[in-house]
């Protein structure tokens, strides 16, 4: 089982729509999650990070995080073509980040 | 600097040399991290450092791989004797301290890419 997992995609949703991308983690005692953005040739950028279960809202932006399940998800709202790429799941693991392989996402005009 | 840079942005090498990719983390950073993606592969971490601690070397896939960090800034990572499964990108990333912010965000920079031919 690999430790971080995420659909590898392609997830294609229609302009405006909601984009849900998910994430589960192995290693129980993690405390701390993040989600990357990578448009293609490029490096990961910092989108979201989260700590506490439940919500957090950041603009279009909202992580959700839910330990018992063991589970982080992405949802962006009123998605927009600028927001097609690759996003990446990372589980802090003693100091150092372990990321899953990176759901592609693909939002069409 | 305004953010992590790193150089060269694009490196060729034959397989045999030796190759040293530089990172220049953000000012003040006291954490600096390598990593590699190759095509297919997600980001695999390489080596950690913090501070003056011992680095944490887990991730070197073989001993053929080194880094080191001068001066709490500067960090080279050396590859010797390449192989052509060493093409990849080699990112790093940095980290302030955990009281300046949430802890363990890290911020990468541009990346270097390897061919090995």
């Known amino acids: 089982q690999k430790e971080v997992e995420q659909n590898s995609g392609p997830l294609s949703v229609p302009e405006g729509a909601i984009a849900s991308l998910n994430c589960t983690y192995s290693d129980r005692v993690s405390q701390s999650f993040f989600w990357y953005r990578q448009y293609s040739g490029k490096s990961p950028e910092l989108i979201m990070s989260i700590y506490s279960n439940g919500d957090k809202e950041d603009g279009r932006f909202t992580a959700q995080l839910n330990k018992a399940s063991q589970y982080v998800s992405l949802l962006i709202r009123d998605s927009q073509p600028s927001d097609s790429a690759t996003y990446l799941c990372?589980?802090?693991?003693?100091?150092?980040?372990?990321f899953g392989q990176g759901t592609e996402l693909s939002v069409k005009p | 600097g305004a953010g992590v840079s790193q150089s060269p942005s694009n490196k060729v090498t034959e397989k045999g040399k030796d190759v040293e990719l530089r990172c220049d983390p953000i000012s003040g950073h006291t954490a600096l991290y390598w990593y590699r993606q190759s095509l297919g592969q997600g980001l695999e971490f390489l080596i950690y450092f913090q501070g003056n601690s011992a680095p944490d070397k887990s991730g070197l896939p073989s001993d053929r791989f080194s880094a080191e960090r001068t001066g709490g800034s500067v960090s080279t990572l050396t590859i010797q004797r390449t192989q052509q499964e060493d093409s990849a990108v080699y990112l790093c990333?940095?980290?302030?301290?955990?009281?300046?912010?949430?802890?363990?965000?890290?911020?990468f920079g541009p990346g270097t890419r390897l061919t090995v031919l």
């Open positions: 990333a940095s980290r302030g301290l955990p009281h300046e912010g949430p802890h363990n965000e890290q911020f």
């Open positions: 990372a589980v802090n693991q003693g100091g150092k980040l372990i």
